[in-house]
Protein backbone atom coordinates (compact mmCIF):
# COMPACT_ATOMS: atom_id res chain seq x y z
CA UNK A 1 0.00 0.00 0.00
CA UNK A 2 1.38 3.25 -1.01
CA UNK A 3 0.92 6.55 1.57
CA UNK A 4 -0.11 9.49 -0.07
CA UNK A 5 1.89 12.55 0.00
CA UNK A 6 0.62 15.50 2.11
CA UNK A 7 1.76 18.96 1.72
CA UNK A 8 1.38 22.35 3.91
CA UNK A 9 0.10 24.86 1.25
CA UNK A 10 -0.71 27.16 4.03
CA UNK A 11 0.52 29.11 7.64
CA UNK A 12 -2.08 31.15 9.96
CA UNK A 13 -0.84 32.17 13.40
CA UNK A 14 -2.14 34.79 15.67
CA UNK A 15 0.41 34.60 19.10
CA UNK A 16 1.82 36.11 21.72
CA UNK A 17 4.21 37.58 19.45
CA UNK A 18 2.43 38.59 16.80
CA UNK A 19 -1.03 38.60 14.78
CA UNK A 20 0.31 37.32 11.67
CA UNK A 21 2.42 34.35 11.00
CA UNK A 22 5.04 36.01 9.01
CA UNK A 23 5.66 38.37 12.35
CA UNK A 24 5.51 35.29 14.54
CA UNK A 25 8.10 33.97 12.20
CA UNK A 26 10.55 36.95 12.55
CA UNK A 27 9.63 37.83 16.41
CA UNK A 28 10.74 34.35 17.10
CA UNK A 29 14.12 34.01 14.97
CA UNK A 30 15.09 37.62 16.77
CA UNK A 31 14.81 35.40 20.28
CA UNK A 32 11.59 37.74 21.24
CA UNK A 33 9.19 36.66 24.26
CA UNK A 34 5.82 37.11 24.44
CA UNK A 35 5.66 36.97 27.89
CA UNK A 36 4.19 40.27 29.67
CA UNK A 37 3.28 41.44 33.42
CA UNK A 38 -0.08 40.91 33.84
CA UNK A 39 -1.24 44.33 35.14
CA UNK A 40 -4.87 44.19 35.01
CA UNK A 41 -6.87 45.03 38.26
CA UNK A 42 -8.34 41.58 38.43
CA UNK A 43 -4.79 40.00 38.10
CA UNK A 44 -3.80 41.99 41.15
CA UNK A 45 -4.72 39.12 44.42
CA UNK A 46 -3.34 36.34 41.46
CA UNK A 47 -0.51 34.06 42.26
CA UNK A 48 1.22 34.66 38.83
CA UNK A 49 1.46 38.03 37.69
CA UNK A 50 2.90 37.37 34.17
CA UNK A 51 0.85 35.63 30.77
CA UNK A 52 1.75 34.97 26.66
CA UNK A 53 -1.76 37.32 26.40
CA UNK A 54 -1.90 37.78 22.43
CA UNK A 55 0.16 40.58 20.67
CA UNK A 56 -3.10 41.62 18.67
CA UNK A 57 -6.74 41.88 19.38
CA UNK A 58 -8.47 39.40 17.11
CA UNK A 59 -11.33 41.99 16.50
CA UNK A 60 -8.90 43.90 14.75
CA UNK A 61 -9.15 41.55 11.62
CA UNK A 62 -13.07 40.64 11.67
CA UNK A 63 -15.85 42.10 10.92
CA UNK A 64 -18.04 43.28 14.23
CA UNK A 65 -21.00 40.49 13.64
CA UNK A 66 -18.32 38.02 13.21
CA UNK A 67 -16.53 39.45 16.25
CA UNK A 68 -19.63 39.29 18.27
CA UNK A 69 -21.20 36.03 17.35
CA UNK A 70 -18.00 34.41 18.12
CA UNK A 71 -15.68 33.11 22.11
CA UNK A 72 -12.45 34.64 22.00
CA UNK A 73 -10.73 31.22 21.28
CA UNK A 74 -13.09 31.10 18.15
CA UNK A 75 -11.98 34.22 17.18
CA UNK A 76 -8.57 33.47 16.73
CA UNK A 77 -9.58 30.22 15.30
CA UNK A 78 -10.91 31.88 12.56
CA UNK A 79 -8.36 34.87 12.13
CA UNK A 80 -5.34 32.37 11.61
CA UNK A 81 -7.18 30.21 9.60
CA UNK A 82 -8.41 33.06 7.19
CA UNK A 83 -4.52 33.74 7.10
CA UNK A 84 -3.90 30.44 6.08
CA UNK A 85 -6.68 29.85 3.87
CA UNK A 86 -5.39 33.56 1.94
CA UNK A 87 -1.76 31.63 1.77
CA UNK A 88 -2.61 28.87 0.32
CA UNK A 89 -3.91 31.06 -2.29
CA UNK A 90 -7.60 30.61 -1.52
CA UNK A 91 -7.81 27.13 -2.63
CA UNK A 92 -10.95 26.20 -5.42
CA UNK A 93 -12.16 23.04 -3.78
CA UNK A 94 -15.39 21.09 -4.07
CA UNK A 95 -16.61 21.67 -0.27
CA UNK A 96 -17.23 17.97 -0.22
CA UNK A 97 -13.38 17.27 -0.23
CA UNK A 98 -12.51 20.07 2.64
CA UNK A 99 -12.28 19.18 6.00
CA UNK A 100 -11.47 21.16 8.98
CA UNK A 101 -10.17 19.79 12.13
CA UNK A 102 -9.36 22.72 14.86
CA UNK A 103 -9.07 21.64 18.26
CA UNK A 104 -9.16 23.58 21.79
CA UNK A 105 -8.35 22.63 24.94
CA UNK A 106 -10.60 24.29 27.01
CA UNK A 107 -12.66 26.79 24.44
CA UNK A 108 -15.66 29.15 25.45
CA UNK A 109 -14.84 29.39 29.36
CA UNK A 110 -15.17 33.07 29.66
CA UNK A 111 -18.49 32.93 27.58
CA UNK A 112 -19.52 30.27 29.93
CA UNK A 113 -18.13 32.21 33.43
CA UNK A 114 -20.23 35.32 31.36
CA UNK A 115 -23.63 33.67 30.95
CA UNK A 116 -23.57 32.38 34.68
CA UNK A 117 -23.61 36.37 35.49
CA UNK A 118 -25.78 36.58 33.00
CA UNK A 119 -27.85 33.83 34.34
CA UNK A 120 -27.69 34.95 38.05
CA UNK A 121 -27.80 38.71 37.80
CA UNK A 122 -30.82 38.76 34.98
CA UNK A 123 -32.26 35.61 34.57
CA UNK A 124 -32.53 32.61 32.70
CA UNK A 125 -34.13 34.45 29.51
CA UNK A 126 -31.32 36.97 29.37
CA UNK A 127 -28.65 34.17 28.64
CA UNK A 128 -27.48 34.79 25.00
CA UNK A 129 -28.82 31.56 22.59
CA UNK A 130 -25.28 31.67 21.11
CA UNK A 131 -23.67 30.25 24.23
CA UNK A 132 -23.77 26.76 23.03
CA UNK A 133 -21.54 27.43 19.82
CA UNK A 134 -19.46 29.65 21.87
CA UNK A 135 -19.20 27.44 24.57
CA UNK A 136 -19.17 23.67 23.10
CA UNK A 137 -15.62 22.50 22.20
CA UNK A 138 -15.96 21.96 18.45
CA UNK A 139 -16.87 25.91 18.49
CA UNK A 140 -13.82 27.20 16.86
CA UNK A 141 -13.82 24.22 14.43
CA UNK A 142 -17.29 25.26 13.43
CA UNK A 143 -16.69 28.30 13.11
CA UNK A 144 -13.69 27.91 11.01
CA UNK A 145 -15.99 25.47 8.94
CA UNK A 146 -18.47 27.79 8.60
CA UNK A 147 -16.62 30.44 7.05
CA UNK A 148 -14.73 28.09 4.53
CA UNK A 149 -18.03 25.91 3.76
CA UNK A 150 -16.16 22.87 4.41
CA UNK A 151 -18.57 19.60 4.08
CA UNK A 152 -15.95 16.82 4.28
CA UNK A 153 -16.03 16.85 7.57
CA UNK A 154 -15.45 19.16 10.84
CA UNK A 155 -13.96 17.93 14.03
CA UNK A 156 -12.30 19.16 17.20
CA UNK A 157 -10.42 16.01 18.91
CA UNK A 158 -9.72 17.45 22.11
CA UNK A 159 -6.62 16.45 24.18
CA UNK A 160 -4.84 18.96 26.83
CA UNK A 161 -2.86 20.98 25.81
CA UNK A 162 -1.56 18.56 22.69
CA UNK A 163 -4.64 19.03 21.19
CA UNK A 164 -3.61 21.40 18.08
CA UNK A 165 -0.78 19.03 17.78
CA UNK A 166 -3.44 15.95 17.39
CA UNK A 167 -5.70 18.19 14.96
CA UNK A 168 -2.95 18.80 12.63
CA UNK A 169 -2.44 14.68 12.70
CA UNK A 170 -5.75 14.17 11.99
CA UNK A 171 -5.61 16.50 9.06
CA UNK A 172 -2.74 14.41 7.78
CA UNK A 173 -5.10 11.20 8.41
CA UNK A 174 -8.37 12.50 6.85
CA UNK A 175 -6.08 13.15 3.43
CA UNK A 176 -4.59 9.76 3.75
CA UNK A 177 -7.69 8.05 4.17
CA UNK A 178 -8.96 9.55 0.83
CA UNK A 179 -11.51 11.23 2.66
CA UNK A 180 -10.51 15.05 2.26
CA UNK A 181 -8.08 16.92 -0.44
CA UNK A 182 -7.28 19.47 2.16
CA UNK A 183 -7.46 19.99 5.12
CA UNK A 184 -7.36 23.11 7.98
CA UNK A 185 -6.21 22.32 11.32
CA UNK A 186 -4.58 23.45 13.73
CA UNK A 187 -5.54 24.49 17.47
CA UNK A 188 -7.12 27.83 19.48
CA UNK A 189 -7.25 28.49 23.18
CA UNK A 190 -8.02 31.77 24.73
CA UNK A 191 -7.75 30.94 28.54
CA UNK A 192 -6.41 34.06 29.79
CA UNK A 193 -8.73 35.31 32.88
CA UNK A 194 -9.07 34.75 36.29
CA UNK A 195 -10.35 31.88 36.96
CA UNK A 196 -8.25 29.03 34.16
CA UNK A 197 -4.86 30.95 35.49
CA UNK A 198 -5.89 30.41 39.52
CA UNK A 199 -6.70 27.01 38.54
CA UNK A 200 -3.65 25.59 36.83
CA UNK A 201 -1.42 28.07 39.39
CA UNK A 202 -3.73 25.65 41.91
CA UNK A 203 -2.31 22.55 40.41
CA UNK A 204 1.16 23.74 40.38
CA UNK A 205 1.44 24.33 36.28
CA UNK A 206 2.62 28.16 36.51
CA UNK A 207 5.82 29.25 37.46
CA UNK B 1 -45.28 55.33 20.69
CA UNK B 2 -46.09 55.80 16.91
CA UNK B 3 -45.27 53.10 14.48
CA UNK B 4 -42.60 55.36 13.40
CA UNK B 5 -40.81 55.55 15.96
CA UNK B 6 -41.29 51.85 17.30
CA UNK B 7 -39.64 51.45 13.68
CA UNK B 8 -36.72 53.63 14.78
CA UNK B 9 -36.32 51.86 18.10
CA UNK B 10 -36.51 48.35 16.54
CA UNK B 11 -34.16 49.41 13.99
CA UNK B 12 -31.39 50.26 16.39
CA UNK B 13 -31.78 46.96 17.87
CA UNK B 14 -31.60 45.32 14.63
CA UNK B 15 -28.27 46.79 14.12
CA UNK B 16 -27.14 46.38 17.79
CA UNK B 17 -27.18 42.40 17.16
CA UNK B 18 -26.81 42.04 13.79
CA UNK B 19 -25.21 45.34 12.68
CA UNK B 20 -27.25 45.83 10.23
CA UNK B 21 -27.13 50.00 9.08
CA UNK B 22 -30.23 51.54 10.61
CA UNK B 23 -31.24 53.34 7.55
CA UNK B 24 -31.76 50.27 5.62
CA UNK B 25 -34.37 48.91 8.44
CA UNK B 26 -37.35 49.39 6.55
CA UNK B 27 -40.99 47.36 7.25
CA UNK B 28 -40.89 45.06 3.83
CA UNK B 29 -37.53 44.23 4.78
CA UNK B 30 -37.40 40.43 5.70
CA UNK B 31 -34.83 39.10 8.51
CA UNK B 32 -33.31 35.76 6.21
CA UNK B 33 -33.71 36.62 2.90
CA UNK B 34 -32.87 40.24 3.17
CA UNK B 35 -30.72 40.00 6.24
CA UNK B 36 -29.11 36.87 6.25
CA UNK B 37 -29.92 36.93 10.20
CA UNK B 38 -30.26 33.64 11.58
CA UNK B 39 -32.52 32.21 14.37
CA UNK B 40 -30.17 32.59 17.23
CA UNK B 41 -30.07 36.31 16.37
CA UNK B 42 -33.72 36.41 15.81
CA UNK B 43 -34.09 35.36 19.76
CA UNK B 44 -31.46 37.78 21.10
CA UNK B 45 -33.29 40.75 18.74
CA UNK B 46 -36.89 39.07 20.30
CA UNK B 47 -35.54 38.94 23.69
CA UNK B 48 -33.95 42.65 23.36
CA UNK B 49 -36.66 44.22 21.85
CA UNK B 50 -38.95 42.77 25.11
CA UNK B 51 -36.81 44.83 27.07
CA UNK B 52 -37.11 47.96 25.38
CA UNK B 53 -40.67 48.12 24.66
CA UNK B 54 -42.13 46.32 27.43
CA UNK B 55 -43.69 43.50 25.17
CA UNK B 56 -43.98 39.62 25.50
CA UNK B 57 -42.78 38.02 22.10
CA UNK B 58 -43.65 34.13 22.82
CA UNK B 59 -41.31 31.43 20.32
CA UNK B 60 -44.86 30.60 19.14
CA UNK B 61 -45.19 34.22 17.83
CA UNK B 62 -41.29 34.78 16.84
CA UNK B 63 -41.49 32.55 14.04
CA UNK B 64 -44.03 34.53 12.37
CA UNK B 65 -42.17 37.94 11.82
CA UNK B 66 -40.68 37.32 8.91
CA UNK B 67 -40.08 41.16 7.95
CA UNK B 68 -39.11 44.02 9.80
CA UNK B 69 -43.00 45.35 9.51
CA UNK B 70 -44.69 42.52 11.14
CA UNK B 71 -42.27 42.77 13.64
CA UNK B 72 -43.06 46.68 14.39
CA UNK B 73 -46.74 45.65 13.87
CA UNK B 74 -46.62 42.94 16.25
CA UNK B 75 -44.85 45.27 19.11
CA UNK B 76 -47.69 48.02 18.49
CA UNK B 77 -50.38 45.72 18.77
CA UNK B 78 -49.22 44.17 21.82
CA UNK B 79 -49.28 47.57 23.60
CA UNK B 80 -45.89 49.84 23.79
CA UNK B 81 -44.53 50.71 27.38
CA UNK B 82 -43.91 54.34 26.50
Known sequence: ????????????????????????????????????????????????????????????????????????????????????????????????????????????????????????????????????????????????????????????PVSACASGAEAIAQGLDLIRAGRADVVVCGGAEAVIHPLPLAAFAAMRALS | MTDNDILAAFADIVYEVARIDASIVTPEKRFVDDFDIDSLSMVEIATAAEDKFGVSIPDSALSDLKTVGDAVAFIAKAGVAA
Do not use: C, K
Request: charged share 20%; glycine share 8%.
Open chain 1, 1 to 156: MTVRDVVVTGLGATTPLAGTMSATWVALLDGLSGARPLDAPWAADLPVQFAASAAEEPTARLDALTARTLDRSQQFAVVAADEAWADAGTPDIDPERLAVVVSTGIGGITTLLEQYDALRERGARRVSPHTVPRIMPNGPAAAVGLRLNARAGVHA
